[in-house]
């Protein structure tokens, strides 16, 4: 059974930093392209960042710049390091993995960037 756990979010005042956390299970994550996406109240879900198995890096151009994601293999985990966040960054983030030919989906964690 495949299951994606994400940690790390919350409240954070605008300008400042989280860390996203997404434990996986269920495949052989070495063998994973990572990824995650965000969905905003009213807003269709985005991608945010992903990475490959041979660590290729992309970002939307929202966030370019000012996030970065990275996979510790060891640890079967995936992480989003967020810094100089934004209002509009408040969404609920969701881990996606792509292996196989199949994706998965966590169950999300809230960011909410506020004064």
């Known amino acids: 059974q495949v299951q994606l756990v994400e940690s790390g979010g919350g409240l954070v005042q605008p300008g400042g930093s989280l860390r996203l956390s997404c434990l996986a299970s269920g495949t052989i994550f070495s063998m994973a392209t990572m990824g995650w996406y965000r969905q905003a109240p009213g807003k269709q879900r985005e991608l945010v960042a992903t990475i490959t198995i041979t660590t290729n890096t992309y970002y939307a151009d929202s966030v370019k710049g000012r996030f970065t994601i990275s996979r510790d293999n060891a640890k079967n985990t995936v992480y989003l390091q967020m810094t100089s966040l934004r209002p509009e960054d408040t969404a609920v983030y969701y881990c996606?993995?792509?292996?196989?030919?199949?994706?998965?989906w966590g169950q999300g964690t809230q960011v909410t960037v506020s004064s």
């Open positions: 996606n993995e792509q292996y196989l030919n199949k994706i998965y």
